[in-house]
Nanobody
Framework: QVQLVESGGGLVQAGGSLRLACAAS????????MGWFRQAPGKEREFVAS????????DYAASVKGRFTISRDNAKNSVYLQMNTLKPEDTAVYYC?????????????????WGQGTQVTVSS
């Protein structure tokens, strides 16, 4: 089992940037893929980005590709989400998740450990 704690959320104006961080503890961090998902009020949780266990492969939702960048630092047991050119529609609770697979995964059921989430609000 992996314990995940997100940080870095907040309120930002449209066009601004935020960097989310997720600290992991428990199962050996460097052996599994990590992902970010988000859930807006009244909507289903949706995939945002994922990164392989080595950091060499990534996957992004079409809605964030070119604006968001996922990265990881295995020495610090951490994964990050750099979010640029934020839009009001990016407003959501963002969740960090740990997969049981080594390669990027876009489906929530491929993740078995989740953080509590961090709120991101983008004002217009």
């Amino acid at each position: 089992q992996v314990q995940l704690v997100e940080s870095g959320g907040g309120l930002v104006q449209a066009g601004g940037s935020l960097r989310l961080a997720c600290a992991a503890s428990g199962r050996t961090f460097s052996t599994y893929a990590m992902g970010w998902f988000r859930q807006a009020p009244g909507k289903e949780r949706e995939f945002v980005a994922s990164i392989s266990w080595t950091g060499g492969s990534t996957d992004y939702a079409a809605s964030v590709k070119g604006r968001f960048t996922i990265s990881r630092d295995n020495a610090k047991n951490s994964v990050y989400l750099q979010m640029n050119t934020l839009k009001p529609e990016d407003t959501a609770v963002y969740y960090c998740a740990a997969s049981r697979m080594p390669t990027p995964q876009s489906i929530a059921r491929m993740y078995n450990d989740w953080g509590q989430g961090t709120q991101v609000t983008v004002s217009s």
